[in-house]
Each structure stands twice: as C-alpha cells, then as structure tokens.
C-alpha cells in the first residue's frame, strides 16, 4: 500500500473536543476526512502536524477553557511554525472575528457545516500558508454520505439530525448550529448496522432536539422503530427529546421494543411558568409534570433526568422555588445543573433584569443538594430488586469488579464471575452511595 511506503511522511493529527456528544459526534466526522486525506491520529499533540480543537460556546467557562487552551498552543506554534492549529465547531461559529484577531496563529477556523473542506485545506496547505475560514451554516448538510472514524467500544453515538429551530431565549444553539434538517431513516440504519457489525452493541440516537426529526418516510418514532429492530442491537437510548414534543405515538413505540432503554432525558431548565415563558421553552410546569404522569404510565419504571438553569434573568426567589418543588415532584434520577451564562447575541443576555452571581451560586448549590437527596432515594428503591445490567468495563476501584449501566443508565458496580464486557446479566442491588449502585450477579 502507499501509506505503508511513504510511513516516514505520515503526518498525524491531534483533535480535542469540546462541549455536547454532537461534538464528539462531528469530531469523528473530522478524523475520517483527516483520515482520508492519509493523516494519523497521534495521542501527543506536541508533535502533530495538525492541532484541531473542537468548541463549544453554551456557555462561558466552555469557551474560556478553549481560549486558555489556545494560548498554550500558541507557544508551540512558535516553536514549530508549520503545526496547523485549527478552531472546529461552535466557538468557531459565534467568535470567528475575535479569534481571527486576537489569536493570528490559528490558521483554520471552521463552522460545524463546513468540515467537508478539510481534505481540501490539507492538500492546499502544502503549498502555502493562508489562513482558511469558513462559517457559512448550511440548510442542507447533513454529512449525509459519511460513516465516522469511530474508535471501538459498548456504545456508539450517531447523529440524526442536525441545527435547532427552537430559539430559547438563552441558547447559543440555533446560531452556532443553524436550521434543523434530518437525515434519512435509511442512511441511519445502514449506519446503526454498520456500528453493530464493527462489534458496538449500544447506540444512542443524538440530536439537539431528537422529536423534530421530520423526513418523508417518517418522524421520530417511525425512526427509533426502524433503529430497534437492527439485529444485533442490545440497547437504544437517544438524547435529548423536548418536552413539548413527546407524545403517545413515541411512548407507544418504547414500551413495545424491549431494547429502547427506559429512559428518558427530559431538559425541565425551570419550573416556574414565568421563567418558562421568559425562556420560550413552551410548555407550562403543569404540562410538564402531566407529561411525567403520562410517560409513567407507558413506562411505569422509566428513570427520568434532566437538565436545570438557576438564576434566569428576573428569577425570584420564589420562582427558584418552583424549580425545586418539580424536582421533588417527578423525583428526577439525575440533572446537569447549570447557572445561566448570557451568550452575546441571544435573547435573554439582552435581558436588564440578570441575577447577581451569588445568587446564581447559591441557588446552584441548592439544587445540588436537593438532586443528591432524590437521586439516593431513587437509588434506595432499588435494593434488593434485580435488573438487568449491561457490563461496560472494569471497576476505576478494582480489578475484580465490573461497572455496567442498568438500562435507566445509572451505573452499578459488582464483583466480577464468569462474565465478558458486552454481555447482558442479571444483578441484585446491594447498596447505593452516591450516585453508584452495588450489586450482585444472580
Ligand atoms: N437541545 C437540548 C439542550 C442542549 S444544551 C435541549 O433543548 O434540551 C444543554 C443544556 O445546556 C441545556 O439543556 C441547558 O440546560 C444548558 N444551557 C444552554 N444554554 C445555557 C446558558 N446560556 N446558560 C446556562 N446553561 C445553558
Ligand atoms: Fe438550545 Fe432550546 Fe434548541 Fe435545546 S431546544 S438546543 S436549549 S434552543
Ligand atoms: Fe456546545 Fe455547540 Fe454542543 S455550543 S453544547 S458544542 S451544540
């Protein structure tokens, strides 16, 4: 083969990512460009000849994480002035003129629908040394033709579609990743079954918002139907539904596929229907504890988490009250929490009425404390009942034990016996601390 021929002039690639799974998704998409135009991954980026850093803007510290990174690379740039340094993703996107002047040493900035240009701006680099920038969203790219690089394991992500068209008040999102599009229900089961045959067993269906999946062959629930029935699939999970868009039509499909795990990720950010409105998030806090009712009856064992903001613009003190008291009513399994961070350009930044930090801050540690007290009674249930776990790998504490996920995704830890990585057993919960479940095989 050439590659091996020329091995000596291999060059290598290095590219840290940022940010959601989309990223982790789009990452992979980048190697398999980078891959095809004959560069290597390489784990030292000391030494690559091309450092791609894949960001993320949905909030401030996420962005000033890369800025810090940038400044460390800069001084290998110095010592090695050839080292392509490329800004992929949504940081890209939103701060393309800072970055190009504030940080003259990057010499590739690329929005999230412009990585099919890669292979060019590789081969064009060897010629000279202009900077390449691009940004420009696209209504139709979906990569559609592309399976990613994808290093081996229990799980594979795979993207289903792309952008978001929900315009909440706070999120970076729609402009970072432009309008919604979705792929074929075709395309995503050849490659669902191309990650089987490659010996992953897992999948989890991503998009930023997985129930506006639209094509003309069907919608969401038509697609997680089709994808269960992939022979070979142990486990499907997707990520994340909006709440306003989850009805019977999907619940019907997961209570009838034994391998759609029960779980549902369910973003709340606020239970007040002020706050709400103020987010456009569209759904009221009755609606949505009615929505938890419902998808309990469906699924009377599906665990439930979600994601929380604290310190919305014009949030009182009682209106943080209505985010812990649906906290307490659905018993969430788990949430990311955050403080809100006003993204420039967006809505609710524009908002005169923000919350001081250390109001933010406290009501964060509130929320903490409050999730720490549900997740362990959720946990409690557990004892003594048997589920089925799902061996991901060894334990961090010992190499005599596994950790697998139960199919509601909380980990649980058991003394090893005769199994391998990959298989499905049954375990008896022991105990719970912290977020962890102990069992035994059975
Ligand atoms: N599409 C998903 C969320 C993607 S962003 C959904 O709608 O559920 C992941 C989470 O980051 C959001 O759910 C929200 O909780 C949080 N987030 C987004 N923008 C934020 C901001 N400006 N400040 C703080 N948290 C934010
Ligand atoms: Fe952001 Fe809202 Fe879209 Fe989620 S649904 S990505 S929070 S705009
Ligand atoms: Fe961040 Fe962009 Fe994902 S802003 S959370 S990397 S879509």
């Known amino acids: 083969m050439i590659l091996k021929e020329n091995k000596i002039q291999t060059k290598s690639y290095f590219i840290e990512t940022y940010g959601c799974q989309m990223n982790v998704y789009d990452s992979e998409l980048v190697a398999s460009f980078l891959e095809k135009s004959g560069y290597q991954s390489t784990s030292d980026y000391n030494s690559a000849d091309v450092i791609f850093l894949n960001t993320c803007s949905i909030r401030d510290n996420a962005e000033n994480t890369v800025h810090r990174k940038l400044e460390n690379l800069a001084y ?5 002035p050839k080292m392509m340094i490329g800004v992929l993703g949504c940081m890209a996107q939103n701060l393309k003129n800072e970055l190009m002047e504030s940080k003259p040493y ?15 701006i590789l081969e064009s680099r060897n010629k000279t040394n202009n900077h390449f920038v691009d940004t420009k969203l696209s209504k139709f790219e979906i990569y559609e033709d592309l399976f990613p690089t994808r290093k081996s394991g229990v799980n594979a992500w795979v993207s289903i579609m792309r952008g978001c068209d929900k315009f909440c008040t706070f999120c970076i999102v729609p402009f970072t990743r432009g309008r919604e599009r979705s792929r074929t229900i075709d395309s995503i089961v ?10 992953f067993i897992e999948i989890t269906l991503l998009g930023q918002n997985v129930n506006s999946f639209r094509t003309p062959d069907g919608e969401f629930p038509e697609l997680l139907d089709a994808v269960s029935k992939v022979k070979g699939l142990k486990r499907l999970r997707y990520t994340s539904p909006h709440p306003r868009d989850i009805d019977d039509h999907l619940l019907n499909v997961m209570k009838k596929n034994k391998n759609i795990c029960n779980h549902i990720h369910l973003p709340l950010q606020a239970g007040s229907d002020r706050i709400l409105k103020r987010m456009n998030r569209t ?23 979600t994601d929380i903001i604290v310190g919305f613009p014009g949030e009182t003190e009682e209106e943080f009250s209505d985010t812990l008291d649906v906290a307490e009513k659905v018993i969430f399994d788990n949430s990311f929490m955050f403080k809100y961070s006003p993204r420039p350009g967006t809505k609710a930044a524009g908002y005169t009425d923000q919350v001081d930090e250390e109001v933010k801050q406290n009501r964060l540690e509130r929320y903490i404390a409050l999730q720490k007290i549900l997740t362990l009674k959720n946990n409690k249930l557990k004892i003594g009942k048997t ?3 799902l061996v991901e790998k060894e334990s961090k504490k010992s190499a005599n034990q596994w950790a ?6 909380m980990w649980v830890v058991f003394d ?15 105990d719970t601390k912290g977020i962890t479940l102990f069992g035994e095989r059975v």
Do not use: W
């Not at 290998?76 to 090695?80: F, R, S, V």
């Not at 990057?106 to 060019?120: A, H, M, Q, W």
């Not at 697998?404 to 995704?409: F, I, K, P, T």
């Not at 090893?416 to 022991?430: A, C, G, P, S």
């Open 76 to 80: 290998l740039k110095k010592q090695n």
């Open 190 to 199: 050849k490659e669902v079954e191309a990650c089987i045959e490659q010996g």
């Open 387 to 389: 589920f089925e776990v």
């Open 283 to 305: 759904y009221s806090k009755k609606e949505f504890l009615d929505l938890v009712i419902k998808i309990k009856k469906y699924l009377p064992d599906c665990s439930i988490t």
């Open 416 to 430: 090893k016996t005769n199994e391998k990585i990959k298989d499905l057993v049954k375990v008896r919960i022991l």
């Open 106 to 120: 990057v010499d590739v900035i690329l929005g999230p629908d412009s990585y099919r240009k890669i292979p060019e």
């Open 404 to 409: 697998g996920r139960l199919d509601g995704n």
